[in-house]
């Protein structure tokens, strides 16, 4: 299930801007996302008990030939996406964006130059500087056990498609926690109105931040509704482990074929942290919030002396990206927490799934009580 179905049946409205045919990140024109999960039991509390994998997302078929637009944003610092000084340099991306554990960033950056020199022997770079972002999955899974393997990057990179984006448990988000309860890959687009462009805006994150309490989903304050006694376990888990700091991650991909500059980009990738706000995020201290953004309106070859003739949209024009981009940030982690299932890991801990009829019964009342007042007003008794 994805929220815009409870949403629905509900009558709570998640924005103005109406997704694209698969609400997905795929439905930009030539992007396709890849998975590989990695689940396995070993022996002992800790040692082999992994919950982990990669997660690609694509550009376009000719990215390590043809560099796109692209800009990234940090809104706290606690963690890693490396290519990005390139991208702030030079405004390109140049690989595709791969997503996994903290760990296990060195290990992908370096299998995804191996897979494009094996892949395109007719085509080798001087250089590849490939753009790889982690967050945290050792609540769950042995991070120290370094389970990810060139073979699991490969096995995203040759998964890539176009299409509906599985979301939740799988690829790097299988082991990550959203709001206290299971988390991981969540997806969501907008398309701009016709008379705007008709642009498309797709979204895909990988979630692992926040407490229950903070939890807000298409304005209602959800988190706050759900006891923990609701879920077996959490009352504990939250006077323990969890109980303190909000000490999670996300990473935010958003991509377009808006015609823009890699100056815009970055602008877009800023407003990743309103749709995270909107969600209940608060960026702890110990969180790594960073966010990329790209167009594949243009294509740009390495050549020396080449000059390219680009067009761009007016700084005036944007105002409905930015929307675009909030909107389908807050859908797309809630999107994560709906798909994500209840799943267990190291040291016996348990990680459950949001409870969706809980979820459903809180913004149905909102959704009444939302209709009642605008009948009010309507017959003039409110306002």
Known sequence: MRIREICERTGISLGLLEPGRHNAITDVPGVRVGHSTIVRDGEGPVKDIIRTGV?????????????????????????????????????????????????SVGVVRDAMISCY????????????????????????????????????????LDSASSGPVEEGCVGGGTGMILHDFKGGIGTSSRVTPADRGGY????????????????????????????????????????????????????????????????QCRRLARRATLGLARTGGICGNGSGDIFAAFSTAHRFREETGRIYDIRTLGSDSLDELFRAVVEATHEAIVNAMCAAKTTSGIRGRVMHALPLDEVEAVMRRYGELNAALLADAGRGHVG
């Open 55 to 103: 997660t690609v997302i694509v550009p376009c078929d000719d990215i390590v030939e043809n560099s796109v637009s692209a800009g990234y944003f940090s809104q706290n610092g606690n963690g890693e996406f490396t290519g990005c000084h390139w991208m702030d340099e030079a405004g390109l991306l140049s690989t595709p964006i791969a997503l996994t554990n903290t760990h």
């Open 200 to 263: 498309t805006v797709g979204v895909l994150v990988q979630g692992n931040y926040g407490k229950r309490h903070d939890l807000t989903i298409a304005g209602v304050p959800v988190g706050r509704y759900i006891p923990a006694s609701r879920i077996p376990g959490k009352a504990e888990q939250e006077r323990g482990e969890r109980a303190s700091k909000d000490t999670g991650s996300i990473i935010v991909v958003i991509a377009t074929d808006a015609p823009i500059s890699a100056d």
């Open 117 to 156: 020199r094996e892949r395109m022997p007719e085509f080798v770079p001087e250089w590849m500087l490939p753009a790889v972002a982690e967050t945290w999955d050792g609540w769950l899974s042995d991070i120290f056990g370094m389970a990810v393997t060139p073979e699991h990057v490969r096995e995203a």
